[in-house]
């Protein structure tokens, strides 16, 4: 194994920048091309096939431009809908992104879950299976917010996001019946971590939260366990659309160690 191929994180855009600073806590020197598919943006609002096909096409491409040792699919839309069919075509190791069910369900008291998704994630057999094998007999209640998405987006360029997104996320679980009793929310979008402060305010201190990125980071580190790293440098970020020029992005980027953004 070559010391500088790179981990590929992709994501619908730059919600994966949660797992990569997981990431880097646990391998900080590893080279990180961080892929953001910003002209497809947003997933959680299309089809499956849709979903599918674009993120089979791309990582294949990626796969082939890069030649990465392992990829992570740093986005619960895409991990929940075509984590299994891309692992069937490439041959690279593939992580994906699970929504933190399990987890939840160990830190539950009153027995309540809420999670917060895309609306595409959320209806995924697969959170159905997660539930039905890890929710433990917990309550688990979900909702959609794509607002959230955009809201991460927008912060992540130092923009302040509207306040209003973020009681709607924790209206549309309080709300639901029996939605008074949760005590913890499952931040099954890889975006939502990046707003989890301005969350906190909307659901108050009694909710506490978790998502899958340490647990991602783990597992990564886990099966590249005795490969040599070489990172030169600051990482590099490409994008399928919008971003390469935009200075505000290239500002947020660095504070994850991302240098420069390139078109794919
Ligand atoms: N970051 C992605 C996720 O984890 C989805 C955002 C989107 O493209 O809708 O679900």
Redesign the pocket.
């Known amino acids: 194994m070559n010391s500088n191929s790179p981990i590929l994180l992709f ?3 730059f ?2 920048l949660t797992v990569l600073s997981a990431l880097r806590a646990q391998l900080p020197q590893a080279p990180v091309i961080y892929a953001a598919d910003t002209a ?6 299309k089809t499956e096939a849709e979903v599918a096909a674009r993120v089979a096409g791309l990582l294949g491409r990626l796969a082939e431009r890069y030649q990465p040792r392992l990829i992570c699919i ?5 991990s929940t809908i075509a984590l299994g069919m891309v692992r069937d075509v490439l041959e690279t190791p593939i992580v994906g ?1 699970v929504p933190a069910i399990k987890p939840a369900a160990a830190m539950t008291k009153t027995g309540t879950i809420g999670l917060l ?2 609306a ?2 959320i209806r995924q057999a697969y959170v159905d299976n997660l539930e039905a094998k890890f929710a433990n007999g917990s309550r688990l209640l979900r909702h959609a917010a ?1 607002e959230l ?1 955009a809201a991460a987006e927008c912060k992540l360029r130092d923009q302040t996001p509207d306040p209003a997104v973020f009681r709607r996320a924790a209206d549309g679980l309080r709300q639901q019946d029996g939605g008074e009793n949760i005590d913890t929310v499952v931040l ?4 939502f971590p990046l707003v989890q402060d301005e969350l906190a305010e909307a659901f108050g201190e009694q909710v506490q939260f978790i998502d899958g990125a340490q647990g991602i980071a783990r597992r990564i580190a886990f099966l590249t366990q005795g490969q040599s790293f070489d990172r030169q440098g600051d990482d590099l970020a490409i994008v399928t659309g919008e971003g390469e020029d935009d200075p505000a992005l290239l500002h947020g980027l660095a504070q994850f160690g991302i240098g420069r953004i390139a078109r794919f």
């Open positions: 994501d619908s855009g919600g994966g497809g943006l947003p997933y959680g609002e740093a986005c619960n839309t895409a992104t998704g895309t595409a994630t794509p998405v099954a979008c890889t975006h």
